[in-house]
Nanobody, 120 residues
Framework: QVQLVESGGGSVQAGGSLRLSCAFS????????MGWFRQAPGKERKFVAA????????YYTDSVKTRFIISRDNAKNTVYLEMTNLKVEDTAVYYC?????????????WGQGTLVTVSS
């Protein structure tokens, strides 16, 4: 069974940076597309960024595409989200998700989330 464990969340002032990590286990990491989602307090979970199994073709929601970078290290079974110039509105619980391209229906596996708090 695939397991995802996020880390790297914390509190930071606006304009600061954080790097989130998500460790993958339980299957062949390089077979999976990976994504980051976030859920702000009182709001629904939303897409942030995703990356293909081979690490090319990353894509982002518009609000982060000049500030966040998603990457992966298939040798380390880890996906990252480098976040810069953080804004108060980036405050949320960030979730890592794994999508098996062999199965239709979106992301099948989710981590427990890591909290990012950005203060002004």
């Amino acid at each position: 069974q695939v397991q995802l464990v996020e880390s790297g969340g914390g509190s930071v002032q606006a304009g600061g940076s954080l790097r989130l990590s998500c460790a993958f286990s339980g299957d062949t990491f390089s077979d999976y597309a990976m994504g980051w989602f976030r859920q702000a307090p009182g709001k629904e979970r939303k897409f942030v960024a995703a990356i293909s199994p081979g690490g090319n073709s990353p894509y982002y929601t518009d609000s982060v595409k000049t500030r966040f970078i998603i990457s992966r290290d298939n040798a380390k079974n880890t996906v990252y989200l480098e976040m810069t110039n953080l804004k108060v509105e980036d405050t949320a619980v960030y979730y890592c998700a794994a999508d098996d391209p062999r199965i239709t229906g979106g992301y099948e596996f989710w981590g427990q989330g890591t909290l990012v708090t950005v203060s002004s």
